[in-house]
């Protein structure tokens, strides 16, 4: 009997790396062919694999080639500082910006209150926290190129909720999130009306939304009322990239398991004492190392500098290989990871200090 998969927006996806080619079956996720990714070498998450697959990629690659309006919209739920897992996705919209994508970013702080509890006012400050750390990653906030916005003072997205809600029952729901809280169902169509919310301010145009595996119920259920309500719109696509496992073995890195990531905003020894305690694709011993070779595929060291902190192809592409040949250590390497994450880190918070009034302007917030 296959495993039943756990695709859970709100909680931990249990995926292993066999799973991902029945997910992309199983709820129709086109692959991102060769082809294709020769088409976007400049976004290094295409261009090094970790997004595997898309929904509609090729609307957006066309609207490219003619120089045509396309949009790219994400959000953050501001519930915490960004980590490894959430930042990806940030670091994915500054990768489309510079493609030529408009961003559209939203700050889920119904879908904060929903699931952690989080008051709106009390997730200001974190508010203020994860948009001074997307304009240090490189976000342009220029009104031509971005659009930030909060769920609870946008009254569009809230309308639309209502509008798109005649066509959504209770059983519909249930099947695409299972029981939930009435208030989680209602944060999902809140979200339905941020995907939509480019094409419903600068018109019909072909849309981007990058996430991870496990949002992709939220992606169906607006292609789906999308296709309902708005039938001069595009359907909103998506690109998938490969959720990180947690650097402590956890299925996945989560904001409720501290122990799975660090923020950018840790004290250094501790990001230290966790890259250093991290897991990798090493054998039992040194011995074993050079005979049999590492597994990187599976070395979260290895994975965190190739989605964040290794600008240089060729030395991923080297470490790699000897890693397989058994030439490189994981204690050499885990002092490598070290000494660039607090390097990136460091020179990022000193960015990030001065864009705070920045990001405080652009949420209005005083």
């Not at 295409?46 to 690659?61: A, Q, S, T, Y």
């Amino acid at each position: 009997m296959a495993k039943k998969l756990n695709i859970d927006p709100w909680g931990t996806s249990n995926l292993e790396e066999e799973d991902y080619a029945r997910l992309i079956q199983e709820f129709g996720i086109s692959e991102i062919t060769e082809s294709l990714r020769q088409k976007m070498l400049k976004n290094r998450f295409i261009r090094r694999k970790i997004i595997f697959g898309h929904r509609d990629m090729n609307l957006v690659f066309k609207a490219m080639e003619a120089g045509q309006p396309w949009a790219v919209m994400s959000g953050i739920k501001p519930s915490g500082p960004f980590h490894l897992g959430t930042s990806t996705t940030a670091l994915e919209i500054v990768e489309f910006q510079k493609m030529g994508g408009k961003v559209f970013y939203g700050i889920a702080d119904v879908e904060s209150w929903e699931d952690n509890g989080i008051p709106w006012e009390e997730a200001e400050e974190t508010m203020v926290d994860n948009i001074a750390d997307i304009l240090a990653f490189g976000l342009d906030p220029s009104p031509e190129k971005a659009y930030i916005w909060r769920q609870s003072k946008e009254p569009i997205v809230k309308d639309v909720c209502f509008k798109v809600s005649r066509l959504v029952t209770q059983n519909m729901l249930n099947a695409i999130y299972g029981e939930r809280t009435f208030g989680l169902y209602l944060s999902s169509l809140i979200q339905v009306a941020d995907i939509i919310l480019p094409q419903i301010l600068d018109g019909p145009q072909p849309t981007v939304v990058p996430v991870g595996i496990d949002q992709d119920p939220h992606i169906r259920l607006t292609r789906d009322l999308t296709r309902r309500n708005y039938k001069d719109f595009f359907l909103p696509g998506a690109t998938y990239h490969y959720l990180l496992s947690g650097i402590d073995g956890s299925d996945k890195m989560a904001k409720r398991n501290p122990n799975s990531y660090f923020t950018f905003n840790e004290p250094f020894k501790s990001i230290e004492k966790k890259i250093k305690g991290t897991l990798t694709g090493g054998r039992r011993n040194l011995e074993e190392q050079r005979q049999l070779g590492g597994e990187p595929q599976k070395c979260m060291v290895y994975k965190i500098l190739m989605y964040h902190f290794e600008e240089d192809d060729e030395k991923l592409a080297d470490d790699f290989e000897m890693c397989v040949k058994g030439e490189l250590m994981c204690g050499d390497h885990k002092k490598e990871c070290i000494e660039k994450v607090l390097a990136f880190i460091e020179n990022h918070q000193k960015k990030k200090e001065k864009l705070i009034d920045k990001a405080k302007t652009l949420l209005k917030i005083e």
